[in-house]
């Protein structure tokens, strides 16, 4: 079994044995302000995290753009958020993250119809799969999890920057601390394992974050960049690997996981919704669930890998992910100058 499987099920064991920290923070989606008259877009909003997510923002009144790339699925995820909150006001636009043509196309839609976005939660991702290349030659997770949403930041920026106490949201993952950026071999073109591939996206995600919120800063604009995990919680992330990989054992086995260790993905989805909506918010904030291991329980505020907070790997990835992506942040409006 992969190390990362055994670090997932040992922390559950420690849990099915009674042994807890307390929670600092008792905060849940009914604590969220009200939100009317602001604007999020949820990316991978049409199920799991980000289906609750966009749920409770739609509840307490903002509305919600779910960003995912099969319709049907969109319209399933709308029926029922409105279905639980019959006033919600919510709609689906296309978004494939391992495509910059797609990301593209949906900043320029959202643009056309939209003049504030309060929050962009960069949600959606793929874990541990096997070694696939998006649309435009990335490795997949890689692509996915980081690029993806480094170019849908770029391209909403002028739209982030144009609506007061505007934030960005980045999910990442507690594996992330067993990720390293491998600037030699970012495409793992040389070499591949899944678990590496994703350790390695998710702190991209979190490298991302800081440098954006390093730059927002520097920059004077009122831009928040923060970040969330969703600790252990039951989505259907943890078998799409197992699943592409025909490993039905190992599906069974993430199952047999969810439902003895995991919370749900509305406990989950906690951390996000606190990093998008909740007061008091800043830049370079990254929450957590608070109970062991950061993998149960309320949001808090939490610490990541040392490695997240290196500086020169944070701005080495910034210009690769520009150069890859054709995205250049300091080109996107007099505004929203972000240059070094």
């Known amino acids: 079994m992969p190390r990362a499987t055994l670090w997932f099920f040992g922390l559950g064991t420690l849990v099915a044995r009674g042994v807890e920290m307390s929670e600092s923070v008792h905060w849940s989606a009914?604590?969220?302000?009200?939100?009317?008259?602001?604007?999020f877009v949820v990316t991978g909003g049409n199920s799991g995290l980000g289906l609750e997510t966009a749920r409770?923002?739609?509840?307490?009144?903002?509305?919600?753009?779910?960003?995912?790339?099969?319709?049907?699925?969109?319209?399933?995820?709308?029926?029922?958020?409105?279905?639980?909150?019959?006033?919600?006001?919510?709609?689906?636009?296309?978004l494939d993250l391992a495509s910059l043509a797609s990301v593209r196309a949906f900043a320029e839609a959202f643009g056309g119809r939209y003049r504030r976005l309060d929050a962009l939660c960069n949600n959606a991702g793929v874990?541990?799969?096997?070694?696939?290349?998006?649309?435009?030659?990335?490795?997949?997770?890689?692509?996915?999890?980081?690029l993806g949403h480094f170019a849908l930041t770029g391209r909403l920026l002028d739209v982030l920057c144009a609506t007061p106490?505007?934030?960005?949201?980045?999910?990442?993952?507690?594996?992330?601390?067993?990720g390293r950026i491998r600037f030699d071999d970012l495409q793992s073109e040389r070499s591949y394992g899944r678990w590496r591939a994703y350790g390695q996206s998710k702190l991209a995600n979190l490298l991302f974050t800081y440098e954006l919120a390093r730059r927002a800063e520097k920059a004077g604009l009122g831009l928040v960049s923060a970040a969330a995990h969703p600790g252990y919680a039951a989505t259907n992330l943890q078998t799409a690997g197992p699943r592409m990989k025909g490993s039905a054992w190992m599906e069974r086995l993430w199952l047999l996981g969810n439902r003895l260790f995991?919370?749900?993905?509305?406990?989950?989805?906690?951390?996000?919704?606190?990093?998008?909506?909740?007061?008091?918010?800043?830049?370079?904030?990254?929450?957590?669930?608070s109970r062991v291991g950061e993998m149960w329980g309320s949001p808090?505020?939490?610490?990541?890998?040392?490695?997240?907070?290196?500086?020169?790997?944070a701005v080495h990835l910034w210009?690769?992910?520009?150069?890859?992506?054709?995205?250049?942040?300091?080109r996107l409006g007099e505004e929203a100058r972000l240059s070094c």
């Open 56 to 94: 409770e923002l739609a509840r307490k009144g903002g509305h919600v753009v779910i960003a995912c790339r099969d319709a049907a699925k969109a319209a399933a995820a709308l029926s029922q958020i409105r279905a639980s909150a019959p006033a919600a006001s919510c709609e689906a636009l296309e």
């Open 165 to 178: 106490g505007a934030r960005v949201v980045n999910v990442s993952s507690t594996m992330h601390r067993m």
């Open 262 to 289: 995991a919370q749900t993905p509305a406990m989950g989805a906690l951390p996000i919704l606190y990093a998008a909506a909740a007061p008091g918010v800043r830049g370079g904030d990254y929450f957590g669930p």
């Open 127 to 146: 874990m541990a799969l096997p070694y696939r290349r998006t649309k435009d030659g990335f490795e997949m997770q890689f692509g996915t999890n980081h």
């Open 30 to 39: 009914a604590d969220l302000p009200d939100l009317a008259g602001k604007v």
């Open 319 to 330: 210009q690769v992910s520009q150069d890859l992506t054709g995205v250049d942040f300091a």
């Open 300 to 313: 808090k505020k939490v610490r990541s890998s040392s490695r997240s907070y290196d500086l020169e790997a």
